[in-house]
């Protein structure tokens, strides 16, 4: 527990959503889906009234001790997609979503299990690597339409290819191309993630990618406070909305001194 903790707490920061990603390094959907028990040769989910669990992989490893475990499960639901089992996927995304299923600590599985779809490799990425990337992830919507976890992860794909373009730096060194790629990929993430609002099944990470929307395209201070206002409407016990919240009310975004407190 200790080690879990640890992992919470040590601060993760990333460029690209000017936030904490202490939470999507951690993509832990492979335990605590609903119900979920260990099979002599991987993990075997199952999500309510659905006879047919899903077999996941094979991994050997204490949740509650082993923190290398966290990077073993972002790099198996990464592993799930380069395969393009998209069945396999929507159904560890569904059962997280619908059991509200957390870690030690309070994590959301469901959250974490988007860290292992939202950019093609932990290391740098090369062009190539995030058009294979997106691809796939145009090929999951394409066999499943109604897939509301494919679409969202196709969204923050593209602002995390937004800001891939952008760069690392702050904004007076960014050239005009990389302003250019920036603000369409963001454009094309909103665009997915409209569609998205469409669907008949709803995604509280939904929220969280229209959050990143906003900050890169720079919404009004009341429009990124009503999306606020929708998202804790919808699950206020979804974290994430808070902290991202509070990001864009920094200084160095779009608020005053004072107002993340």
């Known amino acids: 527990m200790p080690r879990i903790l640890a992992s919470i707490l040590t601060p993760f920061f990333s460029c690209r959503f000017g936030i904490s990603r202490a939470a999507l390094r951690i993509s832990g959907m492979v335990l605590m889906l609903v119900m979920t028990h260990q099979a002599a040769h991987g993990f075997v989910m199952t999500t309510p009234g659905n006879d047919k669990p899903c077999v996941v992989t ?54 974490n299990l988007y860290a292992g779809l939202d950019q093609p490799t932990r290391q740098h990425a090369t062009e190539v690597d995030w058009r294979n990337h997106l691809a796939r992830l145009e090929r999951w919507v394409t066999a499943n339409p109604n897939s509301i976890t494919a679409r969202v992860a196709l969204a923050q794909s593209y602002a995390g290819y937004g800001w891939e373009a952008r760069g690392a730096e702050t904004s007076d060194t960014v050239s005009d191309s990389g302003w250019k790629l920036f603000r369409a990929r963001h ?30 395209q720079e919404w009004k201070p009341e429009q990124a406070a009503e999306l606020f206002q929708q998202a804790v409407a919808f699950e206020p016990g979804y974290y994430y909305y808070y902290r991202m919240r509070a990001n864009y009310l920094l200084p160095k975004w779009y608020g005053q001194e004072g107002d993340t407190e």
């Open 187 to 216: 454009a094309k993430a909103k665009a997915i993630l409209d569609e998205a609002a469409k669907l008949r099944n709803k995604c509280p990470e939904w929220y969280v990618a229209m959050q990143q929307v906003a900050l890169a």
């Open 58 to 111: 094979d991994l050997d490893f204490d949740r509650g001790t082993d923190l290398q475990a966290l990077d073993q499960q972002e790099d198996a639901v990464a592993a799930l997609l380069k395969q393009e089992k998209f069945k396999e996927l929507d159904c560890l995304a569904d059962a997280a979503r619908s059991g509200k299923t957390k870690f030690p600590g309070g994590m959301w599985i469901l959250h």
